[in-house]
């Protein structure tokens, strides 16, 4: 048998499927530039070109597809957020990762196994009443629960009250899901391509040309390119990016850290968090358990891992499930968070006539791919910001009217 | 564990201290709601060079500033915040 798997995978008749067009030059004019090729980047592609018939679109990216925070995150996908703007924002993007595989034609690996987060004090049960309240409002499936069903939902989570932190009640939250973050990008990356958008890899950009608050020119490491329009869509280093634009951005960048276990039989059905203990969980279709966390306590632009973070995750994990103290540290991985102050994304236009802004999506970035995605799109093709991604103007702060998720995002996703 | 050579305690593992925030001159002119302000609320330093910060030894309430590079996590200054430390009612320390 696996010789036979081996001679159909070999075989000329079913050759390997290419994906991507690779290895072109780069054309002197494209109508838009999209810097950043991770799942907001290749989502935008995709979705000018398939909705706004605008396919002279260049995807750049500094390193490889989708090797950024989209290959560093934790595959969390809910929509239990605090404000109206958050959960009508977010809960369209659960709504459309419901649907990418039959998008795509291609498996994204969408899990949509739910999400428990747990209140071990007061001040988060009024935080879980205030979320449930306007998710149900809003139309998302979200409730309080009691201790007797967090028992039934997830069996082996420690219940104990000769603990720390005793588990009070839970906000269960059955829209929660998990996707295969690489699939996301190749999926998206792959419809963009076969509509005409144009993939290029370890293209940097280095600076632009702006003249009367235009950018008429990107310059690369590969070449100059001349521009429609640029959108900037790269997690991690968006002031950075943003600098050679001139303009600055309200976003501390901080470090990402996050680690699986070994395999175990499948024993968690849905994504497991705690605010106070500052930890989530949950087990993979593979059987790892991805433990993650908050941002890391203070700005650095580095993907590096920390024994103290790795040290305050296993005490607070095996708090809620204690069987895991036996549990090896198979990977871990770091990422590379822009917060914002209010902890929503800065998206829309910019202070420059033709320079598009998809930023600061600080530890929530993959959740709101496709939405964020899509809307983008929307506004670089018609000009205008969409009524879903109004609110997370970069104008707010000027304004002072922030869109705060401190409360549903700071400490865990 | 990374450790912070605190002036007044010695080498000390970071976990003991907090960060809070980058130090930048302010401009006393600017008035409520004024894009100035806006801009000295929200908009921090997020360079990838060397940026002198407001740190806080938590034991002893000790406030200090670090030169750290936010790109390499080193340190090349750490040095008593005595403006601070006399705000914060603690002795002047020099």
Known sequence: ?413 | MKIIPCPQNGPRPVSEFSFAGAVEPRDETATDASAAWAEQVFFKENGTGVVTELWRHNPSAFWLYLERCRVTDRIIKAYPANAANSADGEEEHD
């Not at chain 1, 010789?3 to 000329?12: D, P």
């Not at chain 1, 280095?206 to 390119?225: A, L, P, Q, S």
């Not at chain 1, 236009?349 to 993959?366: E, Q």
Request: aromatic share 10%; with cysteine.
């Open chain 1, 1 to 413: 048998m696996p010789f036979g798997l081996l001679k159909y995978g070999l075989s000329r008749r079913y050759p390997a499927e290419p994906h991507f067009s690779a290895g072109k030059s780069l054309k002197s004019h494209y109508d838009v530039v999209i810097i950043g090729a991770g799942a907001h980047g290749a989502g935008m592609a995709y979705y000018l070109a398939k909705y706004h018939g605008i396919t002279n679109v260049a995807l750049l990216d500094k390193a490889y597809l989708g090797g950024g925070n989209s290959a560093r995150n934790t595959a969390v996908i809910r929509s239990n957020y605090l404000t109206e703007t958050g959960v009508n924002f977010y809960k369209e993007s659960a709504r459309l990762y419901q649907d990418l595989s039959n998008e795509f034609g291609y498996n994204i690996m969408h899990e949509q196994r739910g999400q428990l987060t747990l209140a071990h004090n007061d001040t988060t049960l009024r935080n879980f009443r205030w979320r449930a309240e306007i998710g149900k409002h809003l139309g998302t499936n979200i409730e309080m629960v009691d201790r007797q069903t967090i028992k039934e939902l997830a069996p082996e989570l420690n219940l104990s009250e000769n603990v720390r932190f005793p588990i009070l009640a839970g906000l269960w939250h059955a829209d929660g899901a998990t996707a295969r973050h690489d699939a996301i990008v190749w999926g998206y990356t792959k419809g963009a391509c076969e509509r005409g958008v144009e993939l290029h890899q370890l293209t940097e950009v280095e600076d632009f040309t702006i003249e009367n608050g235009r950018v008429t020119e990107v310059k690369t490491n590969r070449g100059k390119i001349s521009c429609g329009c640029v959108v900037q869509a790269v997690a991690g280093h968006s002031s950075l990016i943003a600098a050679k634009a001139g303009i600055r951005l309200p976003i501390q960048t901080y470090p990402l850290q996050a680690m699986v276990t070994q395999n175990y039989k499948p024993l968690l059905t849905p994504h497991v968090s705690s605010p106070q203990l500052k930890v989530f969980t949950h087990q993979t279709s593979r059987g790892e358990f991805v433990i993650g966390s908050g941002a890391d306590d203070y700005p650095l632009y580095s993907s590096r891992a920390t024994l103290e973070r790795k040290e305050m995750l296993a005490s607070a994990i095996i708090e809620l499930f204690p069987f895991l103290q036996h549990a090896q540290i198979l990977r871990q991985w770091g990422g590379i968070a822009d917060v914002t102050p209010d902890y929503s994304p800065i998206m829309g236009l910019s202070p420059l006539k033709n320079y598009y802004l998809n930023a600061g999506w600080g530890t929530y970035g993959f959740k709101a791919a496709p939405v964020s995605a899509k809307t983008m799109a929307e506004c670089v093709a018609t000009g205008k910001p969409p009524a879903l991604i109004e609110d997370f103007a970069l104008e707010r702060f000027y304004r002072f009217k922030q869109v705060n998720e401190v409360g549903a995002t700071a400490e865990v996703h």
